[in-house]
């Protein structure tokens, strides 16, 4: 499908077909396209985490007010952006863009130096957001990516963050939780596929400055 077709075609799943699966191909495609997906700076200050474990998902289930897609989607990415964006990580990626697009020295020092200034002239806070909002951009790419095979997926923010990290662990690891991506495929008794698409008119959406 095109894009535009799979956006129109896929809508937020409510209840997912716990006995449908996807193959290793499929859920490869849509992580490809998480990972494809650009980042301010190309940092992506985030891990996506996979969660198979069908009892940490029972577990996280239960921290998301009950909501079904947890244990049922084929595969759940948890989205976890960096709390501390600290120099350690800043080397780790421009020693990698280095290699990946050698330069000299003085540049990936001052393309080192440069983000961390840009780094540290953030408050704690700010990052957390900064770093978050890089996130919701690799989970568009994931409902894009998914629709566009003909996946379903659910995007959901509805769940109590501080039990997450806890029940992830993430808070030692300097993450925390963002937003939750599920995909797998749609139960016929979800009853969300049969509404129609509620979007604003394009008029008013756009405005031609
Ligand atoms: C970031 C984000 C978080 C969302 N969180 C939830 C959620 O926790 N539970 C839920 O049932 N739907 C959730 N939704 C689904 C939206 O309500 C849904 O996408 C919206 O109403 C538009 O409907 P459509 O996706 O079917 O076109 C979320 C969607 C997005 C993009």
Redesign the pocket.
Known sequence: MKIVDGLKW?????KFDPTKKLTTEQINYVKEAINFIPSSYGLQPYKVLEITDPQIRAKLKEA??G?T?LTDAAHVFVFASFTDYNPAKVEEFVNLTAQINPMPKENSDGFKNYLNSMIAGMSNEQLAIWTAKQV?IA??SM?AAASEIEIDS??????DKAKFDEILGLKEKGLASA??GAIGYRSPEDQ?QF?K???KPMDQLFETI
């Not at 896929?10 to 409510?14: D, H």
């Not at 659910?154 to 769940?159: T, W």
């Open positions: 896929r809508y937020a799943v409510k998301a007010y909501q897609q919701y989970l568009g409902i659910a995007a959901m923010e509805g769940f937003v939750i969300n509404l698409k509620v979007r």
